[in-house]
């Protein structure tokens, strides 16, 4: 049990499934679950081949007894010890989550699973079903939702700053798919583009669905039909590398999202611009600690991470003060942050804080919809 006397609460028993030697955000969602003291990683099926989740859960300083060789089998016996994992992270590919996700909630684990749920809509709501049936929590990574400045916007709009909103526009454009390098034996490259691993979208899949969840979750408006040209540009790849989609969203609002993997000069240029009939804002994630904000007729303000006119959602996301530059890593652990406290709420028997504000299962069903709706 957690301490009661005022120490902090020891750290939940994480597990993870994938995430072995080589990948990427298996690596990054180690760090980020420990970057607060929260999870104390202890197991793990990190490979699906055994003699790699071995090699891996050795690097990380597993004990050899509770590394395994499928998420089965991990399951069944971290079930049975009384020090078993009390929370799973799910990283696999997109089409090995939803064998996992179903495993451990039966199992009566808490799950946090990388984007997206799955490859399908209709997969996406059979395991929104599981969710629901499993009374446990269920975190899906949009870690994008948990830069503070991100959590202002949210709030601006909710108090009205920005009156009814109008336009909404985000876009995610990269560069590193410009040439056939999955056809060279990249592995990140490889499975992003088989449409058997990846699911029907390929750039909508992989960082389209971060863009649209960063819309919906800021503005709190849902689209409601969408208007898309999906184009593969490099010759033989079997799903889009770029995506242009115009967006009608609930309350008459318009807009558009556009994705890219074949952009030049381009990084990770997450963006979201926001304009309604009294103001405007825009925030990019390559300067996620500015946000630049203009009310109707009045000069520019930028607001800065931590500094004066941010609220209490920012504050809530913040560890440094302003100044010191936060990014990529802090926002995704304030998802496992959130997560945990919601974790930790229902292992107590207690209602979860009203102020959480993590991705959960139906962000993962309307990412889908989303990518179905558009690639038809």
């Not at 997969?123 to 969710?131: G, K, P």
């Not at 208007?227 to 490099?234: G, R």
């Not at 500015?290 to 009310?295: D, E, Q, S």
């Not at 996301?317 to 942050?337: D, Q």
Request: proline share 6%.
């Amino acid at each position: 049990m957690d301490a009661t006397d005022g120490r902090p609460p020891r750290p939940i028993r994480l597990g993870m499934v994938g995430g072995g030697e080589g990948a990427f955000i298996g690596a990054v969602h180690r760090m980020v679950a420990r970057l607060d003291g929260q999870y104390e990683l202890v197991a793990g099926a990190l490979s699906a081949s055994p003699e790699k989740s071995l090699r891996s859960g050795r690097a990380l300083g597993l004990a050899d007894a509770r590394v395994y060789g499928d998420w089965e089998t991990m399951a069944r016996a971290e079930a049975a010890r009384p020090d078993g994992v009390e929370a799973v992270a799910i990283v696999t590919p997109n089409h090995a989550h939803a064998g996992p996700v179903r495993g451990f909630l039966e199992a009566g684990f808490d799950v946090i699973c990388d984007k997206p749920l799955t490859t399908t809509l209709a997969e996406a709501r059979a395991l929104a079903a599981d969710v629901a049936r499993s009374g446990r929590v269920f975190a899906l990574t949009h870690n994008y939702t948990g830069y503070p400045l991100v959590r202002q916007m949210r709030a601006m709009v909710r108090e009205g700053r920005l009156g009814r909103l109008r336009l909404v526009h985000a876009e995610y454009p990269q560069d590193w798919l410009t040439l056939p390098i999955e056809r060279d034996g990249q592995k990140q490259a490889e499975w992003r583009t088989d449409p058997a691993r990846s699911g029907a979208g390929g750039a909508i899949g992989d960082i389209g669905t971060h863009a649209f969840n960063l819309a919906e979750f800021v503005t709190g408006l849902k689209a409601e039909a969408v208007s898309a040209e999906l184009t593969s540009f490099v010759p033989g790849r079997a799903l889009d590398d770029d995506a242009q989609i115009r967006v009608r969203w609930s309350g008459g609002a318009r807009g558009a999202i556009w994705c890219s993997q074949v952009a030049p000069g381009n990084e990770n240029g997450l963006q979201l611009r926001v304009y309604g009939e009294t103001g405007g804002m825009h925030w990019r994630q390559d300067d996620p600690n500015r946000l630049y904000f203009t009310a109707f007729g009045e000069p520019t303000r930028i607001l800065t991470r931590g500094g004066a006119g941010t609220g209490s959602d920012a504050a809530r996301a913040t560890r440094i003060p302003a100044g010191h530059p936060e990014g990529y890593l802090e926002a995704f652990a304030n998802v496992y942050v959130e997560a945990a406290a919601a974790i930790r709420a229902r292992r107590a028997g207690l209602p979860a804080p009203p102020d959480l504000h993590f991705p959960g299962v139906e962000d993962g069903v309307r990412g889908l919809a989303f990518v179905e709706a558009s690639v038809a």
